[in-house]
């Protein structure tokens, strides 16, 4: 194989090389803990708050509103449990999606197990919440909106001022994942009410392994990780200092050149999308039409399971995901594919391909090229493709 | 994740396609579960002549029908319905455990074939 071509930048991004430079003195010169009062020390606290002020300014928050983490399932964690359990006098009551990841998703029902109740919103057929559905959902236990920004796998964005707003009327705390969106979307949390929000260094051309919460000031929040007197004693243990760094640098890049990325990923995907619409019958796109990341497309390619789809894409040097059983692990299909309401065959057999930084037309172009014979393939080697060919 | 030989009979599977006027048909599974297997069977005096299959699944279903095929052809139905899972699956050099069920698949897909075979031609 000689070809090989990324389109899973949802899964994870590579380290961009300006990233990698800022991270690698701090593993080798830099490397002192920033809790020591002697000068590795103080250079190592120094990249840490400068690296807390470039997400803050990346963000529209405050410095001290940033707290790093190892991660977006930490930070989501962080989140609904530090909230859940810091504000019990007031409620017990969390409102969230039911196409949320399952950071959220999985510690919602473990909240449920020690007695807080969880509304999970219904999607659209496009994986959009309705505003009503949330104003109807509060209710005066309600402590948290927990509704992620932008959807890993179809790509839908949600209306996030119109839910802050919503959030501040009604003096509910409001968390968004925005684990996807950071490096596609605009995001200023105090113009959109945004109080709390969870990052990831590495879908952004970021280290793996680190992340961040934002916390507006005055949030009531518990501790998840307890131990040191690390981040203002919020959240325990040595600093991963070069992560850091990396993410400090990684969401710098990513704010400034948002535009042109949009531009680049926005053209690419149009094409991708349009060619694999008019090339392949019996193709259905998942998500919003117009409100999804630039980088994302996200098919159903009736009669074919996922899986064999990507083994074949794979062997044609194409990495790509898949929202079927058999690559989710389990014995369903994506839970983002059932919430807007796709049937068990179909989301067997959907295809998430996003783009990024270093693809090109000419990627989408192979990618134009090897698909429709793979899923041909495919189809020919189905049952169920058969009673389509007779007329059934 | 899979053998060598679960690739190779992904990628070249045997005896793929249909039969017209198959002497027995099997389907199994279902298609909100993700796995359909159809095998068709030509039987001669209750020797298996041909066998070809139809799969919607993953890699490992198509795989266990492509070497479940393999098993069966030029055998008696006798000889057939002896086929298990198991031996699907040493003879790919094995399975990831959660794809073991598409062999139990393949195994039922075989005696399905089978069973209307002997339903149609009155051997029961």
């Known amino acids: 194989m000689n070809k090989r071509i990324y389109l899973d930048h ?88 039911s196409i949320e990841h399952h950071a959220v998703l999985h510690t919602c029902e473990q ?25 109807a959902a509060i209710t005066d236990k309600t402590i948290l909106i927990s509704i992620m920004y932008a959807n890993n796998e179809i790509g839908t964005i949600q209306p996030i001022e119109e839910i ?22 605009k995001i200023d949390v105090k113009a959109q009410n945004i109080d709390m929000l969870s990052l990831s260094a590495h879908k952004f051309y970021g280290p793996k392994g680190v992340g961040a919460l934002y916390i507006r000031k005055g949030t009531k929040i518990a501790n998840l990780i307890t131990g040191g007197g690390q981040e203002r004693g919020r959240r325990a243990g040595t600093e991963n200092v070069p992560g850091i760094v990396g993410l400090g640098k990684a969401i710098e890049l990513a704010t400034e050149n948002i535009d042109s990325y949009n531009e680049k990923l926005l053209k690419l995907r149009t094409k991708l999308i349009n060619g694999v619409m ?3 019958p019996y193709t259905r796109l998942n998500g919003h039409p117009e409100k999804r990341l630039p980088g994302n497309a996200n098919f159903c390619f009736e009669y074919i399971e996922g899986e064999s789809l990507l083994l074949n894409l794979d062997m044609k040097g194409i990495a790509a995901s898949s929202g079927s059983a058999c690559t989710s692990g389990s014995l369903d299909p994506s839970h983002v594919l059932l919430a807007i309401g796709l049937p068990h065959e179909i989301a067997h057999g959907s295809l998430r391909l996003t783009l990024g930084d270093e693809n090109t037309e000419e990627d989408v172009d192979y990618v134009l090229e090897v698909l429709p014979e793979i ?9 169920l493709y058969e009673k389509v060919k007779g007329g059934k | 994740m899979y053998s060598e030989k679960v690739m190779d009979h992904f990628t070249s599977p045997r005896n793929v396609g249909e039969i017209e006027n198959a002497d027995g048909i099997g389907e199994v599974g279902n298609a909100k579960c993700g796995d359909i297997m159809k095998i068709y069977l030509k039987i001669e005096n209750d020797i298996i002549k ?18 479940a095929t393999e098993m069966i052809k030029g055998k008696t139905i006798e000889e057939a319905l002896k086929l298990t899972n198991k031996a699907v699956v040493e003879a790919l050099d094995g399975l990831p455990p959660q794809k073991i069920h598409c062999s139990v698949l393949a195994e039922e897909a075989v005696k399905a074939a089978i069973e209307d075979y002997k339903k149609k031609h009155n051997k029961q």
């Open chain 1, 278 to 280: 008019e090339k392949i």
């Open chain 1, 10 to 97: 949802s899964a994870t991004t590579k380290v961009k090389p300006e990233v990698l430079e800022e991270m690698l003195p701090v593993y080798t010169e830099y490397y002192g803990n920033p809790s020591s009062i002697y000068s590795f020390g103080r250079e190592a606290k120094k990249l840490v708050d400068q690296a807390r002020m470039r997400v803050a300014k990346a963000l529209g928050a405050l410095p001290e509103e940033i707290f790093f983490t190892a991660g977006g399932s930490e930070s989501d964690n962080w989140v609904l449990k530090g909230v859940s359990y810091a504000n019990k006098n007031r409620g017990n009551h969390i409102i969230t999606t």
């Open chain 1, 111 to 135: 909240l449920e197990k020690e007695g807080f109740e969880v509304t999970y919103l219904p999607v659209d057929n496009y994986g959009m919440i309705r505003i009503e559905d949330l104003k």
């Open chain 1, 164 to 185: 802050g707003k919503i959030a501040k009327e009604r003096n509910i705390y409001f968390h968004t994942d925005a684990v996807q969106a950071i490096g596609n979307v």
């Open chain 1, 375 to 383: 899923v041909q393939r495919l189809r020919d080697m189905s049952p």
């Open chain 2, 50 to 67: 041909d066998v070809k299959f139809k799969t919607f699944g993953c890699g490992a279903a198509v795989a266990t029908s492509s070497i």
